[in-house]
């Protein structure tokens, strides 16, 4: 530990490591004892790999650690184990049929050794269901249990932090764990572009495509990447149309509607609109208080009703804006020693709480995010042209404007290339009409004007 101490600031180090303190080891493992599951959890999260990645050179020996949870007094833990402590180790083999392990235990499922790909927290049991996502859970459900019969692909959208990943991972976690002798490979579509592109140069294709098209379950996260690498769309076409023939499930999540990708050949983007394409929504006060309920019972915090709906009440975006003030408040409680308040949490929440200025944000940041997502620059958003490919992104933006600034038509028609009120007010007619006949503009907007918002923040 002492070496870590070197490398990150002594705040960091103090703020994580000396409430952590070395247990016991063997060849393969080192335990050690932390003070709740939220603390080990963040220690996992943030530094897991670089004190593995330290263990490592110190003995030369791939240890891995596990965390035992003890009372701490002060910076000791206190002598006593905990009952059942029992670290959380991997079983020795890849599949552990413990079933007929002892003759008198009642039968238990086989265990399969988790998923090197998946995160185990993301399951259904930690997925709260909302209004908001009702429908994609219902399907990631069902496909988990009959993968490749009736939603395939199925494609599940929606903007950031709204559970896409965790959905994805949980339909892998479920199908890996209960449905033996299955395949289940997990990866972004960065990741699999860049696999793509290393196994090119490297001369191993035929490694690359082994691993896709052998996969019983095959599950790709964030594919709004794709666009515009139209060698790696190719191969996914290639792969994509050898699974489905093979009856193979498929699950794709992206940040948009896929009709509003662009860059991406029409053929692959047939595909992803077969099947079942489902989106999540941002959650309601009901789900958000859920969701964080969930979270406080499961890293065992005790945080005042008061100071609960205090947090749902003014995070509204997403779960992961969310998680993040239920992060920064417990690490202060748990930092400061202190049972978190309602005072509390208004004190150390009050900049998550502060309500973005709408005065932030300007026409010009509108228009960077629309040209952006629509892959267009704002020139052409503000030029004369008319075509489908830009005047829709244009009225887009500008119903967007006369939304979240206080400009008048008339301004916003001079912002966007010396335009008349009269196409601004159009504009906005078109955008509204479309809104109410075709379902996923409405998400669109929402998740436009979120991170218009988010930006005008962070300045
Ligand atoms: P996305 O991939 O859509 O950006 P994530 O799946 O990464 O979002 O979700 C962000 C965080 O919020 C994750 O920690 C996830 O576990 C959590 N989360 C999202 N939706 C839910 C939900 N319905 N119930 C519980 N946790 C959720
Ligand atoms: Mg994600």
């Known amino acids: 530990m002492s070496q870590l101490e070197d490398e990150l600031s002594e705040q960091e180090y103090g703020m994580w490591f000396n409430r952590m303190d070395y247990v016991r080891s063997d060849d393969a493992h080192i335990i050690v ?9 963040q220690v996992k999260q943030r530094y897991l790999p670089v004190i593995e990645e330290k263990l490592f050179e110190l003995s030369g020996n791939k240890l891995t650690i596990d965390f035992e949870i003890r009372k701490f007094e002060g910076t000791k833990p206190t002598p006593d184990p905990p009952r059942k402590a029992a670290p959380d180790v991997d079983p020795p083999d890849d599949r552990l049929d413990v079933t007929g392990a002892a003759p008198d235990s009642p039968a238990r499922p086989r265990l399969r050794r988790p998923h090197e790909n998946l995160k185990p927290d993301y399951t259904f049991e930690s997925f709260v269901v909302g209004q908001n996502n009702s429908f994609a859970a219902n399907a990631a459900i069902a496909i988990s249990r009959n993968p490749g019969t009736a939603y395939n692909p199925c494609l599940v959208y929606g903007g950031v932090g709204l559970g896409k990943t965790h959905l ?28 793509f592109i290393q196994a090119i140069r490297e001369k191993n294709t035929h490694k690359f495509k082994a691993k896709y098209r052998y996969a019983d379950l095959l599950l790709i996260d964030d594919i709004h990447f794709l666009q515009k690498k139209s060698e790696t769309q190719e191969e996914l076409f290639h792969t994509f149309n050898a699974l489905y023939d093979a009856n193979k499930q498929m699950v794709f999540t992206c940040d948009r509607p ?46 005042p009703e008061e100071a609960v709906s205090l947090i749902c009440n003014n995070v509204t975006t997403n779960v992961r804006d969310l998680e993040a003030a239920l992060t ?18 208004r004190q150390q929440l009050k900049d998550v709480f502060a309500s973005p200025k709408q005065t932030n944000v300007t026409v010009d940041l509108i228009q960077r995010t629309v040209a952006d997502y629509f892959n267009l620059s704002t020139q052409e958003l503000k030029s004369k042209k008319r075509t489908r490919v830009v005047a829709f992104p244009r009225q887009l933006a500008m119903y967007i404007t006369r939304e979240v600034t206080e400009y008048s038509t008339t301004e916003i028609g001079l912002e966007f290339g010396g335009r008349d009120h009269t196409t601004v007010m159009h504009a906005c007619q078109r955008i509204e009409a479309r809104m109410r006949t075709d379902p996923t503009l409405e998400p669109t907007v929402q998740y436009l004007v979120r991170s218009i918002k988010d930006q005008s923040t962070q300045r």
């Open 258 to 303: 896929v009709s509003e990708l662009r860059d991406l050949t029409d053929r692959l983007r047939s595909r992803f609109e077969r099947g079942l394409n489902v989106d999540l929504q941002p959650p309601s006060y009901e789900t958000r208080y859920a969701i964080l309920k969930k979270k406080i019972e499961s890293f065992n915090l005790s945080i």
């Open 168 to 195: 994805i991972q949980a339909i892998g976690n479920a199908v890996h764990n209960d449905i033996g002798n299955t395949k289940v490979v997990y990866v972004t579509a960065e990741n699999f572009t860049t696999e």
């Open 328 to 345: 920064k408040l417990v690490a202060y409680a748990e930092l400061v020693n202190k049972n978190i308040t309602v005072e509390i949490t």
């Open 33 to 41: 004892a932390v003070p709740s599951s939220f603390y080990r959890d």
